[in-house]
């Protein structure tokens, strides 16, 4: 931007002028003159004589004395020193607080990200805890003639007592994933899902110990595994059906009653569960003791069935014709038959067995009906 000192001078120097010529004709003396050229202000008394000077010279040389003037007053402003008041920066008094916030918010969001991504201390204290309460010490369980339900971990040993004297042998449990290992002095002995075995464990042709296992985990050993254990004198062999009751079953079928001509049943395999002078509505209830995959068809409704796990129940009713049922592991299977005001307990078959059972009301000939169970080819 052009100055108005430069301004006028140009203009007298165009005009062709010396400041003694302006100096004769304006009656302004040589010494403001040079000083409005110049721009030096203190050579005027005062401002309002600058400015009066300013304009008379602006109009003597034919320039617009308004915008020179307000040339003069913005050299003014901006030559002036800024107010200290302005100079000081007033901190807004919500301006700390808020940093301070600000600060903390901040802070609490990195140390946050820290505690639960980078470092996950929840997580490993979770799996701390669960480890030391996992994390057994190794446990000893003496093995008597009484079956024993036990949750056995890598490490934890089985004592045998001897068959003569005082003193038993260890067994140490080595594996608890998928599959359960036991050492024994003769070696190493392994056990799938629902196997149940009898055991020599020195070699001397005596059966020492019974080991059934109903329940092992597929992904990891900390969980352990189920086992029932016993002395192989009391060995736990399920029971078998009772011989038939010498009950000739007649052909004709009743109502609820179902004749034996009428299937495919052998009466040589059937097992009479109760007796009564009628039939009617019996109840069945389950309860697993290892898993099993089991499937079931009450009278003539649609077939039911899922994998049932260790230590579910199930409970059925039959209002006419009967139950047929499947199982995939018979052993693991424990039913009470429940008809009028008696209940009568089975176990229908081995570790491992796929069975397939009817239980049903048949009439025999002497007119008194039967609940039986009869194996199904």
Known sequence: MQSYGAILKEKREEKGLTVEQVVKDTSISYQYITGL???????????????GFLKNYADYLGVSSEDLIRLYHAK?????????????????????????????????GILAY????????????????????????????????????????KGDQLLVPFEEGEGHTPLTIS????????ETPVGTQVFD??????????GDG?????????????????NGAQVRVSLGS??????????????E??????????????TSMNTATMKVIHEDSRSYPFTIDFSFRGPCYFRYKIDSNSKVERNFRTGESLTVTSRYKGVRLWMSNAYNVKMKVRAGMDAYDLEVGKAGQVAVEDIKWVQGRDGRFRIVIQEVD
């Open 114 to 153: 820290l505690y639960f991504g980078v470092f996950k201390v929840p997580q490993k204290l979770q799996e701390r805890a669960l480890l030391n309460s996992t994390a057994k010490k190794t446990n000893q369980y003496m093995v008597t003639d009484q079956p024993q339900e036990l949750r056995l971990y």
């Open 249 to 262: 079953l007649i052909a004709k079928p009743s109502i609820g009653t179902e004749s034996v001509a009428n």
């Open 37 to 51: 050229e110049n721009e030096k202000d203190d050579v005027f008394p005062a401002g309002a004589y600058m400015v």
């Open 193 to 202: 899902l629902s196997e149940e075995r009898v055991l020599d464990i020195n």
């Open 206 to 222: 005596i059966s020492e110990l019974i080991v059934y296992l109903s329940d092992i985990s597929n992904v990891s050993e900390k």
């Open 175 to 182: 594996g608890t994933m998928g599959r359960l290992a036991i």
């Open 76 to 108: 003014k402003i901006q030559e002036s020193p800024t107010p200290e008041a302005l100079l000081r920066k007033t901190k807004p008094k919500f301006l700390v607080p808020l940093i301070v916030s600000g600060v903390v918010v901040l802070l609490g």
């Open 234 to 247: 009391s060995q736990m062999v399920a029971p078998q059906p009772a011989a038939t009751e010498n009950v």
